[in-house]
């Protein structure tokens, strides 16, 4: 016996579309309060309907491609979260604790992290467009190939950190320290960096025209085939720093360290 294929029936498809879109998005819920084993529950809950749980714990909560924009999250622990590919642009961070957070190839453009532990932190491919880093945090963290441009760390610390291939043009690094950096490839055009430290950082294949770079410390710093065209190393400390192929500040060619 021939059985009726409801299924190819346009109105039952209309039908059982929206069902299934239900069904999937309530087992996309689940996983999410299911993955957030070390969150508190009634935190988790609050912050999924509000955007906004200032100092509550959400340590490892996993919100993967979760739109979180405008969220409200001052002094919150979301240490060894996965907020990866998540959209949390204009958002406030304030001393909040995102060690070990993984928020790779997230959009963070115009949120305010100042103050906040960012140690350990996974930010590659991040869209960070004028954030506020001001005294944050960043020891070890990994922001390769991550969009920073005109964003503020001054006083921050990036000890060890890789923005190896990062885009920072125009941001301020004043006072930072980024001893034994990884910016191999890293693009500082106009960047404000005075008194910052570089002290024996990678900066092989770094861009830095324009660059304020009034007294940094560069002392042991790789500059290898770096581009300083119109940058302002005035009262620098370039002890030991490594020349070679570098373009220095009046355009000419430094083999020194060849």
Do not use: W
């Not at 930072?176 to 950082?201: E, P």
């Not at 770094?206 to 560069?218: G, I, P």
């Amino acid at each position: 016996m021939n059985r009726p294929n409801f299924l190819a029936h346009p109105g039952y498809a209309a039908k059982i579309r929206p069902l299934t879109q239900l069904i999937s998005s309530s087992v996309m819920a689940s996983s999410l309060i299911a993955a957030a084993i070390a969150a508190d529950p009634q935190q988790l809950q609050q912050f999924l309907i509000s955007r906004a749980c200032s100092g509550c714990d959400l340590s490892d909560v996993v919100l993967f491609q979760a739109n979180m924009q405008g969220a409200q999250l001052s002094q919150v622990n979301l240490s060894g979260a996965n907020l990866r590919q998540s959209t949390f642009s204009d958002s406030e961070f304030i001393g909040a604790d995102l060690s070990q957070v993984d928020l790779r190839q997230s959009t963070l453009s115009r949120s305010d992290f100042s103050g906040a532990n960012l140690q350990d932190s996974q930010l590659d491919q991040a869209i960070m467009f004028s954030v506020r880093l001001e005294t944050a945090q960043l020891d070890r963290a990994s922001l390769r190939e991550t969009r920073l441009t005109r964003a503020i760390l001054a006083g921050s610390s990036l000890v060890a950190a890789d923005l190896s291939q990062a885009n920072l043009v125009q941001t301020s690094f004043m006072r930072s320290d980024l001893t034994n950096a990884h910016l191999v490839g890293a693009n500082l055009t106009r960047a404000n960096a005075i008194r910052a430290n570089f002290q024996n950082a990678d900066l092989t294949d770094a861009e830095l025209r324009s660059a304020q770079l009034y007294k940094a410390n560069l002392a042991g710093a790789d500059l290898t085939a770096a581009n300083l065209t119109g940058a302002t190393i005035t009262e620098a400390d370039l002890t030991d720093a490594i020349f070679c192929q570098t373009r220095m500040p009046d355009g000419s060619i430094n083999d020194e360290g060849c």
